[in-house]
Each structure stands twice: as C-alpha cells, then as structure tokens.
C-alpha cells in the first residue's frame, strides 16, 4: 500500500495535533479508526452532519455499542432529530472534544465523510450571515427547479458544483445571495486558517478504492442496512418529527425511504434508488475532497484489510 508523503513526522507531532481520516461514504474508514485508535492511545470524533442524530443509527452507519464500547466515540447522538445542526455547532463541539482528549493524554482522531465539517475545523467559518427565518420559509416554499434557476443565473460557480437534488444546500445558498447581494461561492472561499491546524499537515489521511470495489462495497452496505430494520427505524424517527427537520430529512437514505412510505416507489425500486443515490454521493465526497483539501491519500485494496491500512498510517507517523 502506497502513501504519498515524502516526510513522515517526528513522533512527538503525533501527539500534539489531531490526526484526520477523511475519505467517502462505505470506503472503509471506521474499521480503520478504530484499530488506529487502539494502537495509538486515541479517541474517534466523528465528522458526520448525520451521526449527531438521535434515533438515525442504521442509515448513518453509526458506530455500534460494541465499537464504542472498544473506543470512546465523540459527536455521536449529540442532539435529537427535531433540532437543527450545522457547522458551526460542530466546530465548537469537535474543539472542545479535542482539547479534552488531548488533556487526558490521548490521541484525537477525527473521522468521517463531511468535507464541509473538516474544513470548517481546519479553516474556521465563513463570514456568510445567520439564516433569517422570513426567508427561509419563503424560500422553502419555492419549487427547487426555481432555485436553482436563480442560483445559475446569480452564482454559476456554485450552481455547477452543488448537490442540485439537495433542497437544504440550495436553499441556503440562494438564501446567503439575496441576504448579501454576493456570490454564495465568494463567501465560501473567504475562510481564514486556524492555528490548530496549520497546512499541509502530515496527519491528514483520506482513503480511496477502485471504482467497481467501491460500488460493490456500496451495494452490500445498502443491502445490509435494509435487512437491519432501515425501513422500521425510518418510520420510528419519522413519529418523533423527522419530517419537520429539513436538516435531517435531507440525509441519504432516509428521504428515499420516506417517499417509498408515502407510497411513491417500491421497496426494491427504493433500494437500487438508495444504491445509485449513494454512488453518486462517494463520487461528490472524493471530488470535494481531492479539490478542497491537502490531503495523504492512500488506495486501499479489494482484498486488503483494515489492519494492513492500519499499519501502513502507523509507519507512516511514527
């Protein structure tokens, strides 16, 4: 397994600055997270919009009791699916998390799928305003084909790299313009640096596959959650107001699975649709981050094990 980074970093850096694991959706980062964590005296702080919703276990590939029985886990189950999340809130939370890790001598790892959420961390937040609730729901009412007509015409640069079948991020992308007057991608590049974490850094991994080992994994994950009780716990959160957050209503899976409750597709249509909407999704998360962050990547192989990628970072660092 091949790293690519030419100089590996004294020890003592290890322990005075997280190391990151970033990488797609079902590429296998957890597993080795957890070995790392083990090995290196850490703590697993995942970097998942969705993760920090009670009661979204299955569709999140939330750490089981059993990991973190193993491995203390943080941002996990942070508040319930009726209130909001975003990354500021993360940020504040994930910083608080490493400092108290690090003040108990341990490692803090930080691990997941969220491009926006690391670079958050990494770089601070941008200068874009709060969200006004007038707008907002005028906004919520407009039809999505409108928004993003307006979002082509008044932000091309944004329009060509959004999730455009992501009503949540248009939504606030168009919202950030008519509050400011400005190009919603403008603001989003005007973020400072933070002191904790200075680039590049030699602690930030990210993890590829081939394209047809990563489908496969795709499809056995999807498959697996469904036989799992997705549909059952879908159903249980929709009850406790799933569908009054926008937030979370908009996390893969879920809202496919909650147009099949209402009776718009099938329950194998929904599940090649959850397959090929995840598809979609990994490839987006290794653009994004290929493009938005200084990362080590290391290809990990069809028939390679966590333990082997393990190591491989081990060697690196140490």
């Given at each position: 397994m091949a790293v690519e980074q030419e100089h590996p970093p004294p020890s003592s850096l290890l322990h005075s600055r997280p190391l990151l694991l970033a990488g797609p959706t079902a590429v296998g980062k957890s597993a080795i997270a957890l070995l790392l964590a083990e090995k290196l005296g850490g703590e697993i702080v995942s970097v998942d919009?969705?993760?920090v919703y009670r009661g979204m276990d299955i569709g999140t590939a939330k750490p089981s009791p059993a990991d973190r029985a193993r491995v203390p886990h943080h941002l996990v189950d942070v508040v319930?699916?009726?209130e909001p999340f975003d990354a500021a809130q993360f940020v504040r939370l994930a910083r608080r998390a490493v400092a108290d890790i690090q003040s108990r001598g341990r490692l803090p790892i930080l691990c997941g799928g969220t491009g926006l959420y690391f670079k958050a961390f990494l770089e601070g937040?941008?200068?874009a305003p709060p969200a006004d609730a007038t707008l907002r729901a005028v906004l919520e009412a407009t039809p999505l084909p409108e928004l993003l007509r307006e979002l082509a015409e008044r932000d091309p640069a944004t329009y060509e790299h959004i999730d455009r079948q992501n009503p949540r991020r248009v939504i606030r992308a168009v919202e950030v313009i008519r509050l400011t007057g400005k190009p919603f991608s403008a603001q989003r590049a005007d973020w400072q640096p933070s002191p904790l974490a200075p680039?590049?850094?030699p602690l930030h991994f990210a993890f590829a596959r081939s394209t047809a080992d990563l489908h496969q994994r795709i499809a056995a994950r999807v498959d697996a959650m469904f036989r799992q009780g997705w549909v059952a716990e879908t159903e249980q959160i929709l009850r406790r107001g799933l569908a009054q957050n926008q937030t979370a209503m908009q996390a893969l899976g879920y809202r496919q699975i909650v147009e099949h409750l209402r009776g718009e597709r099938s329950l194998a249509d929904t599940i090649e649709l959850v397959k090929l909407r995840t598809r979609q999704f990994a490839k987006r998360q290794m653009t994004w981050f290929r493009?938005?962050?200084p990362l080590?990547?290391?290809a990990l192989e069809a028939e390679g094990s966590?333990?082997?990628?393990a190591k491989a970072i081990q060697r690196a660092l140490l």
């Open positions: 919009s969705m993760q319930d699916v009726t937040l941008g200068h680039r590049p850094s493009r938005q962050l080590t990547w290391l966590a333990e082997a990628a």
